[in-house]
């Protein structure tokens, strides 16, 4: 092996692990054993703990646990700062365990040390998140053949253009490459060789740009590692069973917001407060979606059109519905029929489904899936205008269809979370 490989490259991922054990560790004392130590000094000295001491000390170890891994995942998904998300998923966690407690009927814990661990927590996730900025950008080298020169503009990396196969000395934590590029040279695939032997990653440049948009390229299904774009059919059962308690125990806060908010958009507009459309599920199979009506009546008179950011049939209520997500409440019907999800792409009318048919490469795959209420392609896209913006929109559906998983699934209701609270974002 050449000589300028046998140095000691950073392995990149070893000191993640570490950095992030390490993180959640130092946190773990400063978070949970620091507040029970201050409030019994004997904690750590007279065993067993009481119930009080044991209830507390339980359930601030959960809440932080919870909260540091699901922060933790949610930076394994592109376009995503933790930094709006701390507080919540903190709030979270604590009121969780909380909520817990008290329905097990389980009132020994010590509400002033739950507090202290709450504000610790928010104090050391935030602590921890500006000293990462610091290091949150991995230094990428690229071979510049086929696409690899694709991400050469990417700001969430700094990249090296390479222009002979030598890393001259430099560290790096990964080399990206087009491992499928024709004009590759014989000594540069010895060079993506001999990098691997040292132990410096060589990531393939789509896989790589996957994770800088959240989309997947759907110009050929053989880009992708076979299968992967089939979802899990044990966490789509999971799913299902969630999403059905959770739409029955919420039954009494939305059914209520629903009736009221369709009085005022008949006292409106003539027309009724539904809004009902043939829509295209899983299995590529017609269904009935339900929604509040956002726009005047006989607004698709004229056939079936794409709906714009200000589109002239929305109503004044409306708008508003359509900014605050209230015109999807509706959905949860279908939720608890199984014609929808929660989370997943967006159902299309069938006029556009045979439309995307002819024009966007396996258009039909999106429906592997149920379609969702909300999803990725709305939390970081929105609107479709045209085939063309559709088509941006089907690679964010097959990049949430490869990646699906329970933890993009929390990250997609933060977000839209997010944006029913804010407006922020809305689409």
């Not at 507090?115 to 949150?136: H, P």
């Not at 390479?162 to 014989?186: M, N």
Request: net charge positive; hydrophobic share 45%; proline share 5%.
């Amino acid at each position: 092996m050449p000589n300028r490989f046998k140095r000691r490259h950073s392995r990149w991922y070893e000191v993640i692990l570490f950095s992030s054990l390490f993180q959640f560790l130092l946190g773990f004392v400063i978070v949970v054993l620091l507040p029970n130590w201050l409030r019994w000094e004997e904690l750590l000295f007279h065993w067993p703990l009481k119930s009080v001491q044991f209830n507390t000390l339980l359930a601030n170890s959960v809440a932080y646990a919870a909260s540091f891994f699901i922060l933790h995942k949610f930076k394994r998904f592109p376009g995503t700062r933790s930094l709006p998300f701390i507080i919540p998923t903190i709030l979270t966690a604590w009121l969780a365990v909380v909520a817990i407690l008290l329905f097990l009927r389980e009132e020994s814990f010590a509400r002033q040390v739950l507090t202290y661990s709450f504000v610790l927590a928010n104090i050391w996730a935030f602590a921890g998140f500006f000293a990462g900025r610091r290091f949150s950008q991995p230094k990428l080298a690229v071979v510049p053949f086929g696409r690899a020169l694709e991400v050469a503009d990417t700001p969430h990396a700094i990249i090296t253009v390479l222009d002979q196969p030598d890393l001259e000395g430099r560290r790096y934590d990964g080399i990206v490459a087009d491992l499928h590029a024709e004009d590759l040279p014989d000594e540069w695939e010895r060079f993506l060789a001999n990098c691997t032997l040292a132990r410096i990653p060589v990531f393939h440049t789509q896989l790589l740009l996957e994770s800088i948009t959240g989309r997947v390229k759907i110009d050929h299904l053989s880009e992708n590692i076979f299968g992967s774009l089939l979802p899990s059919g044990l966490y789509s059962s999971f799913k299902r069973l969630v999403e059905v308690v959770l739409v029955l125990l919420a039954a009494p806060l939305w059914l209520p917001v629903m009736l009221i908010t369709g009085i005022i958009i008949k006292l409106e507009s003539d027309g009724s407060m539904f809004f009902i459309q043939e829509r295209v599920g899983q299995g590529n199979k017609d269904f009935k979606v339900y929604k509040l009506r956002s726009m005047c009546k006989d607004s698709e008179k004229d056939g079936a059109q794409f709906a714009q950011a200000n589109d002239m049939r929305i109503t004044r209520v409306g708008k508003f519905i359509r900014k605050t997500r209230l015109d999807e409440i509706p959905q949860f019907i279908n939720v608890l029929k199984g014609d929808m999800s929660l989370i997943g792409p967006r159902p299309e009318q069938r006029a556009f489904v045979d439309q995307f048919e002819r024009e966007i490469p396996f258009y039909s795959y999106r429906h592997v899936v149920k379609p969702g209420i909300t999803g990725w392609a709305q939390v970081v896209h929105g609107y479709a205008a045209d085939a063309d913006d559709t088509r941006v929109k089907i690679e964010h559906d097959f990049y949430y269809i490869k990646h699906f998983s329970l933890w993009l699934d929390i990250l997609i209701v933060a977000k839209t979370i997010r944006t029913i609270l804010t407006g922020f974002g809305a689409r």
